[in-house]
């Protein structure tokens, strides 16, 4: 199906807005650092681009359910992709795991605790 003229920029209007709810909510996650990655970085905007973030948290839960949390707090209008890492293993992987090597490389850094 073809898209239609301007979506992409309506696309990136809809990201970009999402971003700003998403930034005012973090601070009250108790995230220690979050790193905006993908189309949002690169600027390669289709009508499937997301909102993807590596998100470093301290956190007893399963790997596989981390992101969970932040689909119910950040409830975006857009999909939002969330890789959620403990501190510890965010030190201990960022060097072997592409995903990571990736985030801090070519992400940028939205939300510091520091």
Aim: include cysteine; proline fraction near 4%.
């Amino acid at each position: 199906m073809p898209v239609r003229i301007g979506f992409t920029q309506f696309r990136r209007e809809m990201l970009e807005k999402e971003m700003e709810n998403i930034m005012s909510l973090l601070p009250q996650l108790g995230v220690e650092k979050v790193y905006l990655t993908g189309d949002m970085v690169t600027g390669d905007i289709s009508p499937d681009s997301r909102i993807d973030l590596v998100v470093v948290h301290d956190t007893d839960g399963a790997f596989g359910r981390r992101a969970d949390f932040f689909s119910y707090h950040l409830s975006s209008m857009v999909a939002v992709d969330c890789q959620v890492y403990t501190p510890q293993e965010f030190e201990e992987l960022q060097d072997s795991l592409p995903a990571l090597a990736t985030a801090i490389k070519h992400g940028r850094v939205i939300y510091s605790a520091q």
